[in-house]
């Protein structure tokens, strides 16, 4: 949307209905997030949509976070249980930095044998968060 903010003049980032939908409304105006914000009388920007959604599935028991490498989410959504593929490739990187290899010799080992990776494929950085974390 490359339109002004109805009230500041900024940058619109959506469209208000000014009559509720479920009033019937149906014509909008363009407002920034700032604005829109002011208008509902909380804020309702994105990052703050989302601290409030995370909040809300932690009330309810529900798992938030991510899922480290070598674990994924049990059928029940909230406990972790290990996967098989990835704990292979964790004991692989164990096993090579023990025996002294450079992250980046770990990265083209993982790379030449195929092992799994949650991108495309294993980086140096990448290696090294992992070993910051698990290793």
Same mark, same amino acid.
């Given at each position: 949307m490359n339109v002004a903010c109805f009230e500041c003049g900024c940058k619109a980032q959506h469209e208000h209905h000014v009559v509720p939908r479920s009033k019937g409304g149906t014509k909008t105006i363009p407002l920034c997030v700032t604005c829109h914000s002011a208008v509902h009388?909380?804020?309702i920007s994105v990052p703050a949509l989302t601290r409030s959604a995370l909040a809300k599935k932690k009330a309810r028991g529900e798992r938030v976070g991510g899922v480290p490498l070598g674990a994924r989410v049990a059928p029940d959504?909230? $406990? !972790? %249980?290990?996967?098989?593929?990835?704990?292979? $490739? !964790? %004991?692989?990187?164990r096993e090579l930095r023990t025996a002294g290899a450079s992250i980046r010799a770990i990265a083209t080992e993982l790379n030449a044998r195929g092992?799994?990776?949650?991108?495309?494929?294993?980086?140096?950085?990448t290696v090294a968060r992992l070993i910051r974390r698990c290793v």
């Open positions: 009388g909380v804020d959504g909230l $406990t !972790l %249980e290990t996967e098989p593929s990835e704990a292979e $490739t !964790l %004991e692989l990187v092992m799994p990776a949650r991108g495309e494929r294993w980086h140096p950085t």
